[in-house]
């Protein structure tokens, strides 16, 4: 690393004993596997191994964190080179760079900031600080990097020591790159993740659209209630077969229910009428994540909730760009209430894992940390997207920790478009955690050697555990 952009004891202690046991403990796990067990990479950057085309569309015109505070600061995704919503980018790439330094001063602070800085020294050997007068210098640098064959795709995964990384599909998505990865004789891991919110959510864009096409792929009649939860079984195994041992649930709340087969039936016609209300769509939510659940305990797969975002709030940016654009905002959510009905259900069954997201730091001390606490079936997510920083992480222990421990927590997952940024994230999730580990040390509160243990757990271990990488699966899905 290169100091000048980066210090080496970035994001630990300032007290000197204190930071000393810091850096003991993160030189026992800065060098591990990176485990990602849940982001939104594009397998088909995995698949082709083509060279990146430039420093925009690599960096830039794929990270909503950026572009989000750009836009905040009135500068149009145009400028940045962001393919509008029917994929036509307006800018020159190395204009939409000059933008991008010009600016880049609105990151101090920020997460991004440490992330970008990480990538820039550490990967690309750059020490100049990011400005308008160095803005060609990035560019070329970069540019001329990605022709090479050390930064095509494959060879960046491995040289980032990554063991498995997850990617998100939706259950219409034909996972052809994972078939190709797969097929390719190549060792690195990528797997993919079932992602059902456009069939799941009857308030998404083209949703009945999507009903029909989903039948047509599993071969089965979607504009019946069994017929459609077939479908999602029959996707499901094929998710499984391509490596997949996770569900992901991208819901506005925790709002779960426990209906009666007549009642999904009758639920199950409204929402398939274009003019659904909104109780009815937000109550057909609720209840498929209690189908999802049921059909967790039977597959095997490891179910993640991410609540609490209001998505899209931006309706002119939504209708010109499309979705996960910069534009969705947190919202309070209920865990305790919401989540009852799953749980009075389906709560002590041994065989269902839910991993909880959440937006609504509120809850933390008050709702989550005594749910996972004292429910087998669940586990806490690691600080999610506003969070994911060292005082969200920071935070998040602290209210956390005397209440659900250490061990029902997941480690950490990077949940990230940005490719390069993955070893950055999982840096400063190392680094914030031996933070947070040597000030316990400190006020002897546990012992180095539990520390130790302890930051390896964090940094690798639970990850592997909570998302079952360790398990394997028959050609037809199912765990073996």
């Known amino acids: 690393m290169n100091d000048r952009l980066l210090h080496e004891d970035r994001l630990f202690p300032a007290d000197p004993g204190t930071r000393n046991i810091a850096r003991d403990l993160y030189a026992q796990v800065r060098h591990l596997p990176i485990v990602s067990p849940h982001g939104h990479t594009d397998p088909r950057w995995f698949a082709d191994n083509a060279a990146f085309s430039n420093p925009t569309e690599l960096l830039l015109a794929p990270d909503h964190y950026l572009y989000r505070m750009l836009y905040s600061q009135g500068i149009s995704l145009q400028q940045l080179a962001v393919p509008d919503r029917n994929g036509v980018t307006h800018t020159d790439p190395r204009a939409a760079w000059h933008v991008f330094a010009e600016h880049y001063y609105l990151f101090r602070g920020t997460p991004s900031a440490l992330w970008l800085e990480h990538v820039f020294a550490g990967l690309f050997g750059i020490d100049r600080v990011l400005n308008t007068a160095s803005a060609d210098y990035y560019y070329d640098i970069i540019d001329t990097a990605l022709q090479q064959a050390a930064f095509r795709p494959r060879a960046l995964f491995d040289a980032f020591n990554i063991e498995v990384l997850a990617t998100t599909e939706s259950p219409l998505d034909a996972l052809d790159h994972h078939r190709t990865i797969n097929n390719s004789g190549w060792q690195g891991r990528v797997i993919t993740t079932y992602r059902p919110d456009p069939i799941v959510d009857p308030e998404y864009e083209d949703f009945e659209a999507s009903l029909a096409t989903f039948g047509s792929m599993t071969g089965e009649n979607t504009s019946t209630w069994q017929g459609y939860l077939n479908a999602h079984r029959t996707r499901r195994a094929y998710f499984r077969s391509m490596g997949a041992t996770a569900t992901d649930h991208g819901h506005p709340t925790a709002q779960t229910a426990d209906l009666s087969v007549s009642e ?79 749980l009075t259900t389906l709560g002590n069954e041994p065989e269902l894992s839910i991993i909880l997201f959440n937006l609504d730091e509120s809850t933390y001390a008050r709702e989550l940390a005594p749910l996972a606490g004292h429910y087998p079936c669940l586990k806490l997510g690691p600080p999610w997207w506003f969070f994911d920083s060292p005082e969200g992480m920071r935070r998040f222990r602290e209210l956390t920790t005397e209440t659900a421990g250490f061990y029902n927590t997941v480690g950490f997952n990077d949940d ?63 765990p073996v």
């Open 416 to 478: 990230t478009r940005a490719f390069l940024s993955i070893p950055a994230r999982h840096d400063v999730a190392r680094r914030s955690d031996c933070s947070f580990l040597a000030r316990m040390v400190a006020e002897h509160r546990i012992r180095r050697d539990e520390a130790l243990e302890l930051a390896t757990e964090l940094a690798y271990k639970l990850p592997k555990k909570a998302y079952r990488l360790d398990q394997h699966t028959s050609s037809d899905g199912s």
């Open 264 to 342: 999904c039936e009758t639920l199950f016609a409204k929402i398939r009428n274009s003019n659904v209300s909104a109780d009815d769509a937000e109550l057909f939510r609720a209840q498929m994540l209690t189908e999802m659940a049921r059909m967790s305990i039977d597959d095997g797969m490891v179910m993640q909730i991410h609540a609490g975002a209001h998505r899209n709030h931006n309706r002119w940016l939504l209708a010109h760009y499309g979705r996960d654009k910069g534009a969705d905002i947190p919202q309070r959510v209920n865990f305790v209430d919401g989540l009852k009905p799953l």
